[in-house]
């Protein structure tokens, strides 16, 4: 049981290249999340998913597209990266995405856009 | 929007207690959560208290909610430094699952 797991653990990019962050759990959740976090700013909702086939913004979307591809899979993708966009990325899925439903988190993605 | 706020640093040493504390603006807040990062990793759930409770405490950590004030602690009882982390309070605000963090607050303990 490896929880969420994200790929890869760092990427380097030059601006305007492209990349998707993929995110996987095997905990069988129902709602997954990703995030960017940046220093002294916590974290913040990129997009999230509350369930198969249903993707919806969050606080931070522009610049960023999302694919839930199965109940397993939640990718993110960056179309045309921006310096603004380095940030570590954090994916976490939660059983229903309601109410005392703890999130559980992947180990991050750390991005640097040049 | 909705905003939650906490101090950025708190140093302490081992054996005491230490207090961190935020505060946030959501009036319809259902639960607020504890969170803490290690370097380099994810977040894990440290606690969580639903908002119609005061107080909750589980093995040396006591989360107090003031609804009033909309004001949220954490208090580590006999802190080692092993506790060294950075910790989130977070929101969630009516049944979407979605999380206001706060920037959090970077706990250093000294030996």
């Known amino acids: 049981n490896a929880g969420v797991t994200q790929t890869p653990k760092f990427q380097v990019l030059k601006t305007g290249q492209s990349m998707t962050l993929q995110c996987a759990q095997d905990m069988n959740h129902n709602s997954m999340y990703w995030y960017r976090q940046d220093p002294g700013m916590g974290l913040r909702l990129i997009y999230y998913s509350a369930s198969e086939g249903t993707t919806d913004k969050g606080e931070v979307p522009n610049g960023y597209n999302v694919s839930r591809l199965n109940k397993r899979e939640f990718s993110l993708r960056l179309e045309s990266a921006a310096p603004s966009q380095t940030s570590v990325y954090f994916c976490a899925s939660s059983e229903k995405g309601g109410g005392a439903d703890t999130q559980y988190f992947g180990p991050g993605t750390r991005l640097t856009v040049l | ?111």
């Open chain 2, 1 to 111: 929007g909705e905003d939650v706020e906490q101090s950025l640093f708190l140093s302490v040493r081992e054996g005491d207690s230490s207090v961190i504390n935020c505060t946030y603006t959501d009036s319809s807040s259902t639960y607020l959560y504890w969170y803490k990062q290690e370097p380099g990793a994810g977040l894990q759930l440290l606690t969580y208290i639903f908002s119609n409770m005061d107080m909750k405490q589980d093995q040396r950590l006591t989360v107090l909610l003031n609804k009033k004030d909309k004001h949220l602690s954490l208090r580590i009882a006999d802190t080692q430094t092993g506790d060294s982390a950075i910790y989130f309070c977070a929101d969630a605000s009516g049944n979407t699952g979605k999380l206001i963090f706060g920037q959090g607050t970077t706990l250093q303990v000294k030996p």
